[in-house]
Structure formats: C-alpha cells, structure tokens
C-alpha cells in the first residue's frame, strides 16, 4: 500500500483546538452565509461546497493569526494539518447550510401550496408520512408569510419530528459525498494531477 503524505498532515492536524475552531467557524459560516444571504440579499457566498467565507477565514488564520503566532509563540501556530482540518469543517459546514437552507423551505411546501386545482391535499400529501413534514396549518403559513410577534410566536414543537426525521438522511447524504470524494480523491490527484480551482 503506497504511504499517502496528505494522511499523515491531516492525522496530525486532527488536534482539540483543530476541531473547537473548525466547529466555532463553521457555526460563523452557517450566521454570516444567512445574514448576507437572506438578511442582507447580496451575494450568495454559501452557493458552492468551498464557501468565499471559508477561504477568508483561511485566509486570515494563514496569513495574519498564525503568521503571528509564529513570531510571538511559535509553539501556538496552527500547524498544516491543523489548518486542513479547520477548512475541511467549514467547506462541510457550509455544504450543510446550503441543503438545510433550500430542505427547510421544500419540506413544508406540499401542504401550503395545495389548492383545489393542483388536488396535492388528496394526491401528494396522504402519500407523505406524518413524521416527514409539519401538519399544523397555522405553523406552515406563519413559516411562509411571517409570524405575529416574530421568533417569540413560532411554533418549534411542530418542527422537531420532521427534523428529526429527514437528520438521518441529511446525514447520510453529506457522508456519501465524502467516500465518493475518498475513492476518487488518489485517482484526481495522484494520477490525473487536477488543479480544483481552476476545475
């Protein structure tokens, strides 16, 4: 079996204070992602799994936190694999914030935009388990069109089930995306020597 050097860079990258900053920037990508997105209706920069928002936090870590580091604590600097796995988080972070952001709003929509002309109330919805989407008409409609007295009145208990629900297959996606990339990842690059950016 051939030694793989990027394994040993990221076995060693795979450190407590890796995986508190890659959850504590993932965490700022899925606030910062919405807020431009849906708050401030810009740019989308959660659009592609490697998010804009996680190659500036890169960014910075390389180029001014650690660079600092070096110079006053050299011990503290991020090392490479550090800095891989921090990345690699927030690239799946942000792959998450796109599928929730777009499923949230799919979720709900069989029941809310039936009518009497499309017939979904007796066609599409009773071939829907229960436990798949909310069936409280009123949380629906305040999903859609905005709630009385804003986060305060919003009905979280009819939304657990159908998230629980759909987490697994959430999950399940996000976990075939990476073995895909695994199996894929020797031939792409060892072989065929792929630059992603410019792919």
Known sequence: ??????????????????????????????????????????????????????????????????????????????????????????????????????????VPSPIYFATAENGWDTSIVPQIPDWLIPHDPAAIRDFYEGAQGGASNIHWQVWLEPILGWAPAIVAVNVAFICIMVILRRRWMEHERLIYPVV
Not at 42 to 53: D, K, V
Not at 83 to 94: H, Q
Request: charged letters at 5%.
């Open 1 to 106: 079996m051939m030694n793989d050097p990027g394994a040993g860079s990221f076995q060693r990258g795979l450190t407590a204070r890796a995986l508190l900053l890659g959850m504590a920037f993932s965490a700022a990508i899925g606030v910062v992602g919405y807020y431009l997105e849906v708050l401030v209706q810009g740019g989308n920069p959660t659009l592609y799994f490697t998010s804009q928002i996680a190659h500036v936090i890169l960014f910075l870590l390389i180029g001014t936190v650690n660079a600092l580091l070096k110079v006053a604590c050299r011990p503290l600097a991020l090392n490479q694999g550090e800095l891989l796995v921090i990345f690699i988080m927030m690239c799946l972070a942000n792959s998450t914030h796109v599928l929730v952001y777009y499923w949230i709003a799919l």
